[in-house]
């Protein structure tokens, strides 16, 4: 199947885009599904679209808004400066007139061409912007509503990447078609072919095998560290928390007179760090406590509430929890006890994977 064939089985707007464009187009929009959809976002191809997204894209569409026009390619340039010095050796006069069109003296053949750039100037720059165009975006994002967040880094700068690209679609279709930007796709795997398949010496050939088996080596590197990554330190949080006047969350302002048969509520969090989902279940109770010599003494318990919670990898969960007491007492110690997994038949302090409490008085009136 020829090149023409395989561009017309894309969209229509996507075939009117030059091929370097449209590639940064459906980087922009596999990068949106592999980053938002609910089961590829699970997947190493989010790591791997993302950083090419953010560090690359960009940058690059903003370069191709910049500069539409193709700039002298090496080999041009090699051989106007071949043709240069012929022309001094042969015709000193030539010459003369070449400086001073250097100098500003004279017209230039092509002020469009002179002032481009060409290919492996707009990689480096398409990196460098990206690494200054992602930042910005997210200060800006920083102070609107949205906030710096997922969804809203992702819109912003698929957003701003689109953009650009179609600004530097329609700039590249105001040139001539000769002095339009084109990756020179074609010549890079004829140039590539010859050098892998057809090398001109023995030594050429041993540098291909040795640049082959380095690039493998560096992709499955980096293969591997996006497919096993470091766990780091597993954990899970158990907190509490109160609802202010504003309706905010907070760690303050606990409830701590309470009536027999009277509720007040509380609000349980857990934070699950394990880079796993977990089957959590948490226990409230009410304890009578006495403490003598830095040690502490379960008197008498009772039992409020049970719990069970299914938390993904990473996330949080919190809910509201009615606290109603069924002790009287000075000092109670209102314990939760978190387990992984179902709790023993006897959860105690000492047991429970994490604890917190809060202190209490409770009235019989």
């Known amino acids: 199947m020829s090149d023409g064939t395989l561009r017309l089985l894309l969209p229509r707007f996507l075939r009117r885009f030059p091929a370097d464009l449209a590639a940064i187009i459906l980087l922009v929009l596999a990068t949106g599904v592999a980053t938002l959809a609910p089961i590829v976002s699970e997947t190493p191809l989010r790591v791997v679209l993302g950083l090419v997204f953010a560090l690359f894209a960009p940058g690059y569409a903003f370069i191709a808004a910049l500069f539409p026009e193709r700039g002298p390619s090496v080999q041009?340039?090699?051989?106007?400066?071949?043709?240069?010095?012929?022309?001094?050796?042969?015709?000193?006069?030539?010459?003369?007139?070449?400086?001073?069109?250097?100098?500003?003296?004279?017209?230039?053949?092509?002020?469009?061409?002179?002032?481009?750039?060409?290919?492996?100037?707009?990689?480096?720059?398409?990196?460098?912007?990206?690494?200054?165009?992602?930042?910005?975006?997210?200060?800006?994002?920083?102070?609107?509503?949205?906030?710096?967040?997922?969804?809203?880094?992702?819109?912003?700068i698929g957003g701003f990447t689109l953009l650009a690209s179609a600004i530097a679609a329609l700039r590249r279709q105001e040139l001539p078609a000769e002095e339009r930007f084109r990756v020179p796709y074609r010549a890079w795997a004829g140039t590539a072919r010859a050098e892998l398949f057809a090398p001109e010496t023995r030594l050429d050939a041993v540098l291909n095998v040795v640049l082959v088996v380095s690039l493998l080596l560096a992709v499955s590197s980096v293969g591997y560290a996006v497919l096993v990554p470091k766990s780091g330190e597993s954990f899970s949080e158990l907190y509490l928390l109160t609802e202010n006047e504003s309706g905010a969350l907070v760690a303050d302002d606990y409830p701590q007179n309470f009536t027999v048969g009277q509720s007040k509520p509380v609000v349980v969090g857990i934070g699950n760090n394990e880079h796993e989902q977990v089957d959590y279940s948490v226990i409230a109770e009410l304890q009578r406590v006495s403490i003598q010599n830095n040690s502490t003494t379960v008197r008498e318990s009772r039992t409020l509430d049970r719990f069970n919670r299914t938390i993904p990898a990473n996330e949080s969960a919190n809910w509201t929890h009615d606290v109603t007491p069924t002790l009287t007492g000075e000092r109670l110690r209102l314990t939760y006890l978190l387990y992984r997994g179902s709790p023993p038949g006897n959860p105690t302090v000492e047991n429970a994977y994490r604890e917190t409490h809060l202190w209490v008085n409770v009235s019989s009136r």
Do not use: C, H, K
């Not at 004279?106 to 492996?120: F, L, V």
């Not at 100037?121 to 710096?148: C, D, K, M, Q």
């Open 76 to 156: 041009e340039a090699s051989t106007t400066d071949s043709e240069a010095g012929e022309r001094s050796i042969a015709n000193p006069n030539e010459a003369e007139q070449e400086a001073a069109t250097d100098a500003g003296l004279t017209e230039r053949a092509d002020p469009r061409r002179e002032g481009s750039i060409d290919g492996i100037e707009r990689v480096a720059l398409s990196f460098g912007l990206s690494i200054a165009i992602t930042p910005l975006i997210g200060l800006v994002l920083n102070f609107t509503p949205f906030g710096i967040r997922l969804v809203p880094i992702v819109l912003s």
